[in-house]
């Protein structure tokens, strides 16, 4: 029996503090996944593709959105997906899944109800899935419980298909909280969840897919989909496979200069295209005037262009400047006592301070821009 | 710079050709008269520097001579560092420029270029040359009437001085650069604050998205929650509809209602079953007690009649008891009736006399009282002649009381006229011896005693003769007046009519008299005729005798007449008393016959009636028996007994039997149950509709995505709150970045002033001792601080502000020659508001100044400059 894990798409994910040239693609390129996924199952000869929980960013995704998302997928008329309600798209009554139900082509199914489901015969093998959809954004009770006594035709596969997290995180008991051995306990031959958005393995039998399509810094192994080959008692077959376009990387750089920027930009996500890299970049150290603005200008006139979203915070780089700055600023005169002015400000510190800060940063940069207006 | 030579034609007034030459080093001057051209010399000067050759302006054309279409020209030779230079201009007609010096020839646009190099001026705009464009010489050549502007220097003079002072005080202001700096700020800044701090642009449309999108924001959390609202509303009303049908469709319900019908028929069957039971019952008993009834009846009547009889008997008796007593009764009212005839008799007599007795004892008091009346009338009579007799004697009488006065008083004035006469008359003792003969004076007997002379008088002794005496003739006007006062007293008595006062005054007090008495006679009378209420008469005399006119005097009677005694009154009230006794008798008698005559009627009606009662009685009962016997009577009645009893045990049993169905009690448990049924199906298309309802709006709203569309919202939210975050920080920083730029500023406009100021000070205190001035950053004089008090330039005297102006000029020109920039005064008729004292010292200043630089001074004054030792030029045909 082969089949898809997939999980969190997220359809509809707004990335409202993404700047809007970004945004529009990043939105798209979540209902792409969708193509990309069933192009994986067909040429791994595994049409079938269940998503475990999280199909739409919120339970009502509006209906472009969901439109779009059911033509999509209808569009793949050989690949069968079976959708899985999260707690982003709880199931509810009159709800996004009562529509769904309603509007779904015939290769898609929305598994609303804590029931068996006959995946039929793959491979001479009978299997049967056993859904946990959630019918809330939080419920305490583990969803997956009553897998342990569902009955099920003697040797059938028994694949669970659930969402919610397997630890504790603290705090509050943590909601839709999913029994970590309940692959064991419940006898199944795969457990597919889904709610983390990086790839993870539990035990042998028990895998997080995460998402096909990142959508945030700090995820360890996202954008891909798992292919699953499960067969009598034998362990299950795990192969990743890369789906998502955009590459999320998140990178501190602790700055002494300049002269290593280039190369540290010519080192950023090796093998990705330009355009498909979300970036955000922290960076820190001490550096002079001079150095800060070079750097600035590199990154947010020339790499900010160059990637999808480059989200830079240079709070941490933290500017000394020198006299050798103060005086290619003027080395005498009106725009040189100002220079001198706004540094004793800076040194002085707090709110004033860092404002002094970014005054004689512009300083510099309206300077050296006077300048090359005056040799032009 | 230093001016060598001039030479003009066809410019203004200078058609021909001009010269104006000799220029020195020192101070030169042109004094000529008005209109001569000393303006043109200048204007044509500024020309050859200042104006481009190839222009064609409004200005360029005011230099040709009126009306002619030629070329203003002009030559200019000067010295720059120690080289000479020769410049020639040619306007309009066939322009040209050539520049010749030590470093070659220059021409056109080249000769230009070189020209502005050497003398540190810009290239003039299109509109010709102008301040700015003219540089510092533009700045130290004043024109006529320019003199005294306290104006700021042009850009390009302002910036050579920047310059020159920049390089006094060792410093680089950053000059253009710092200007464009300060330019890029400010207009970057201009995006985002109003110079008033206000956000603006940028700043504002930041600052409004990030506002527009936290209320969508907050709007879309609203939808979203109005959305969950409808699915929560959506679900309990499902659970409610499936309550509902649940409810509706229970199989209990209809078991029940089935078995409750089936135990109304039941039910139903025995009521009626109880009910004809029942009715039997009542017939019977009611057969039965009717022959009760009857015989009862039977024998209530009998005893009734028994009854009647003895009633009868009874008021038969009573009726001829009752005859013997009423008998009585007549007899003794008749008495009654005697007694009273025989005391109303009595008692008419006895009134009788009594009335009698009253009509006498009224006449003779009547009688008594006329007597009394006529004898007042008598004496009134009597009074009343008596006053009348009086008052004629008053009226005769003249002798009223002021004659009795008028009568004393003559008397007095005779007496006193009398006795002034004899008092100057001699008087004549008369003692007569005792039979002494009879002498007559004046015919009268002599007696003894004295005897006044107060007139002729003649003593006639008979046998002797007469003795005359006479008296003097001075007591002649006494006599007259005693004469006049015996007439006047003659007159009087005549008057009243009596021949002496004595009788005069006996008559008087007749009068007197008679008027006292008759005061006392009027009031007797009054009193004689008062009201007499007896008679009926008013009071006062006329009534009196009115009322007695025709009554006959009584005749005088015994006073003693004795009236009718109290003895008719006695009988009369004891007849009265008899009357009223008997007739109170009499009343009582006819009362008591009144109710034994009622008594009689009403024993006769009791007896009438109790016979007939007797009768009908003893009718009935015959009546009621020929009916039916009365042992039929009993019979009848045994057997409707028997049946009675048979009929109660017959619905005994049938009420035992209905007993414990309640066929209402059925009937309402499943009268509510079908209704409680019914209510429930009421209720279902009302649930169904607002389901549908409902699904509908979720459907619409989950459609636009609320959830989505909330995330989206907040998300953006944020993004523009931080948007508007860093363009405020950038404006922050912008703002910050300008304060302190223009502070720096500030700072070195100072600094690089000082040496301005330190090198106008001494002139100015030359011209006005311990003044100092300050100056703006513009350049331009600002404060003059004289005796520690700040006056503001603009506010001085026009004299004063151009004398400041020149030596401005003159400290600048020092300013730039320290430099060694190229630099040279002129001043076109100025000074012209300065006072001698005034002109001499700015004379001296500029005679000194002239040391250092070439000073040329255009005035039309010539005696002003008359002892000035100057270089003296005049403007001459070439």
Redesign the interface.
């Known amino acids: 029996m082969r089949f898809i894990h997939t999980s969190d798409w997220q359809l509809g994910k707004p990335f409202g503090r993404v700047p809007e040239e970004a945004r529009t693609v990043l939105r798209e390129a979540r209902l792409d996944a969708i193509d990309r996924l069933a192009a994986a199952a067909r040429a791994n000869g595994a049409p079938l593709v269940l998503v475990a929980g999280d199909v739409f960013d919120s339970p009502e995704p509006g209906d472009r959105v969901y439109r779009q998302a059911l033509n999509r997928m209808k569009a793949q008329a050989d690949v069968r997906f079976l959708l899985l309600p999260g707690n982003h798209d709880p199931l509810r009554a009159d709800g996004l899944w009562s529509r769904l139900a309603a509007d779904t082509p015939a290769n898609v199914a929305a598994l609303t109800e804590a029931l068996p489901v006959d995946l039929g015969t793959g491979d001479g093998e009978q299997a049967v899935l056993l859904p946990a959809p959630l019918s809330h954004k939080r419920s305490v009770a583990d969803p997956t419980q009553w897998f342990d006594g569902a009955e099920t035709p003697p040797g059938a596969l028994r694949i669970g298909l659930a969402h919610g997290s397997v630890q504790t995180f603290g705090g509050d008991a943590d909601p839709n909280l999913v029994a970590v051995d309940r692959a064991r306990r419940a006898g199944l031959a795969y457990l597919a969840l889904g709610d983390w958005h990086g790839r993870i393995r539990i035990d042998e039998r028990t895998y997080y897919s995460g998402t096909p399509e990142p959508d945030d810094f700090g995820r360890e192994v996202t954008g891909v989909a798992l292919l699953v080959d499960v067969s009598g008692n034998a362990t299950p077959e795990v192969t990743e496979l890369p789906i998502g376009r955009h590459h999320w990387l998140e990178e501190g750089w602790s700055l002494s200069g300049a002269d290593d920027l280039d190369a540290r930009i010519a080192g950023l996500a090796p093998g990705v295209a330009r355009q498909d890299l979300v970036c955000r970049l922290r960076l820190s150290g001490l550096v002079t005037l001079a150095e800060r603005v070079a750097v600035r200008r590199r990154l947010e006139d020339e790499l900010a262009h160059e990637v999808r979203w480059l989200d830079l915070i240079a709070d941490d780089l933290v500017t000394r400047p020198t006299d050798t700055d103060l005086s290619e600023i003027d080395a005498q005169g009106e725009l040189h006592t100002a220079a001198v002015r706004l540094r004793a400000m800076m040194g002085e510190g707090g709110a004033e301070g860092r404002l002094a800060a970014q005054a004689l940063e512009r300083l510099y940069v309206e300077q050296m821009r006077a300048q090359r207006a005056g040799e032009a | 710079m230093r001016v060598r030579r001039l030479r003009i034609e066809n410019f203004r007034k200078f058609r021909a050709p001009v010269v104006v030459d000799g220029f020195t080093d020192g101070l030169n001057l042109v004094c000529e008269p008005n209109e001569t051209g000393k303006s043109t010399v200048l204007d044509a000067l500024r020309a050859a520097l200042f104006e481009r050759h190839s222009a064609k302006s409004d200005r360029i054309r005011s230099f040709r001579p009126q009306g002619d279409e030629v070329a203003p020209s002009v030559e200019l030779a000067f010295d720059v560092n120690g080289e000479e230079w020769r410049l020639t201009k040619r306007f309009l007609l066939s322009p040209s420029v050539t520049l010749e010096g030590p470093e070659g020839r220059f021409a056109s646009d080249a000769a230009e270029e070189k020209l502005q190099g050497l003398l540190g001026f810009a290239r003039a705009g299109n509109r010709g040359a102008d301040d700015d464009s003219r540089g510092a010489l533009g700045l130290l050549w004043v024109e006529q009437g320019q003199s005294f502007l306290l104006g700021s220097p042009g850009e390009t003079a302002r910036r050579t001085l920047e310059e020159a002072l ?1 390089g006094e005080i060792g ?8 200007k ?2 300060v330019a ?2 400010e207009k ?1 800044l201009e995006d985002f604050l109003t110079p008033g701090g206000k956000p603006t642009k940028r700043l504002k449309q930041a600052m409004e998205a990030a506002e527009a999108a936290r209320l969508a924001a907050t709007e879309r959390a609203r939808e ?1 929650e109005q ?1 969950e609202g409808v ?1 929560e509303q ?2 309990y009303k ?1 659970n409610e509809r499936r309550r509902l049908v649940r409810d509706i469709e229970d199989p209990q319900t209809d078991a029940d209602l089935k078995k409750l019908d089936e135990d109304i028929a039941r039910a139903r069957a025995a009521g009626q079953a109880l009910e004809i039971a029942t009715l039997a019952v009542r017939e019977q008993s009611a057969r039965r007690s009717a022959l009760e009834e009857r015989r009862a009846g039977r024998e209530k009547l009998a005893t009734q009649l028994q009854a009647a009889e003895a009633k009868v008997a009874g008021a038969t008796e009573a009726v001829s008891t009752h005859a013997e007593v009423i008998s009585r009764v007549r007899s003794s009212e008749r008495a009654a009736a005697l007694a009273l005839e025989a005391a109303r008799t009595a008692l008419r007599e006895a009134e009788t006399r009594r009335d009698q007795s009253v009509a006498e004892r009224a006449a003779a008091e009547r009688r008594f009282a006329l007597a009394a009346a006529f004898a007042r009338l008598d004496r009134a009579e009597a009074h009343a002649a008596n006053i009348r007799e009086r008052e004629t004697r008053i009226a005769a009488s003249r002798m009223d009381a002021a004659a009795v006065d008028r009568l004393r008083q003559l008397e007095d004035a005779e007496s006193a006229a009398r006795a002034q006469a004899e008092a100057g008359a001699a008087t004549l003792t008369v003692t007569l011896e005792p039979g002494a003969p009879q002498i007559l004076l004046d015919g009268t007997p002599l007696t003894e005693g004295a005897i006044r002379l107060s007139r002729p008088r003649t003593l006639a002794i008979p046998g002797v003769g007469t003795i005359a005496f006479a008296p003097p003739p001075s007591g002649e006007p006494a006599l007259a007046r005693l004469r006049a006062a015996r007439r006047d007293l003659a007159d009087f008595l005549a008057g009243v009519g009596h021949d002496t006062p004595q009788a005069a005054r006996t008559a008087g007090r007749a009068r007197a008299i008679d008027e006292a008495e008759l005061l006392g006679l009027r009031t007797r009378l009054k009193a004689e005729c008062p009201a007499d209420a007896a008679l009926g008469i008013p009071a006062g005399l006329d009534p009196l005798r009115g009322a007695l006119a025709g009554v006959e005097r009584p005749f005088p009677e015994a006073k003693d007449a004795a009236f009718p005694a109290a003895d008719v009154e006695t009988p009369y009230r004891a007849a009265r008393a008899a009357e009223t006794e008997a007739a109170a008798r009499r009343e009582a008698a006819l009362e008591s016959l009144k109710a034994g005559e009622l008594k009689e009627v009403a024993l006769a009606a009791a007896l009438e009636r109790a016979e007939a009662e007797r009768a009908r009685l003893a009718a009935d009962l015959a009546a009621d028996r020929a009916a039916l016997a009365d042992e039929d009577l009993a019979a009848a009645l045994e057997d409707a007994r028997a049946a009675e009893a048979r009929a109660l045990v017959d619905c005994d049993t049938a009420r035992r039997a209905a007993e414990g169905l309640d066929a209402d009690g059925f009937i309402r448990r499943r009268d509510t149950l079908r209704k409680k049924r019914d209510t429930l199906q009421s209720q279902l298309p009302e649930l169904a509709g607002a389901v549908a309802r ?2 509908e709006q ?2 619409t ?19 523009a709150a ?1 948007a508007h975050a860093r363009l405020k ?2 404006a ?3 703002a ?2 300008l304060k ?2 223009k ?3 500030q ?2 406009a100072r600094r690089y002033l000082a040496p301005v100021t330190r090198r106008i000070e001494p002139y100015v205190r030359r011209l006005l001792p311990s003044a100092s001035l300050s100056f703006g950053e513009d350049l331009k004089p600002q404060l003059l601080t004289r005796a520690g008090r700040e006056e503001a330039a603009e506010m001085l005297s026009k004299g004063t502000q151009e004398q400041i102006a020149i030596l401005t000029r003159l400290a600048f020109a020092d300013l730039l020659i320290d430099k060694g920039q190229p630099a040279s005064l002129v001043l076109d008729d100025a000074l012209v508001f300065a006072d001698d004292d005034r002109f001499d010292t700015m004379m001296e200043i500029l005679s000194e100044a002239s040391g250092r630089m070439q000073v040329l001074v255009l005035s039309c004054r010539a005696s002003a400059y008359r002892a000035m030792a100057a270089t003296r030029l005049s403007i001459r045909p070439a």
């Open positions: 920049a410093a680089v202001t950053g000059g253009r650069r710092a464009a700096v890029q700020v970057a979203l959305f699915l959506l679900e499902r409902l699904e979720a459907r709203l989950g459609g636009e995505g609320p959830a989505s569309r909330k995330a989206a919202a907040d998300e953006e939210a944020e993004a931080a920080s950038e922050d920083t912008l910050l970045l302190v730029l502070e720096a500023q700072d070195a």
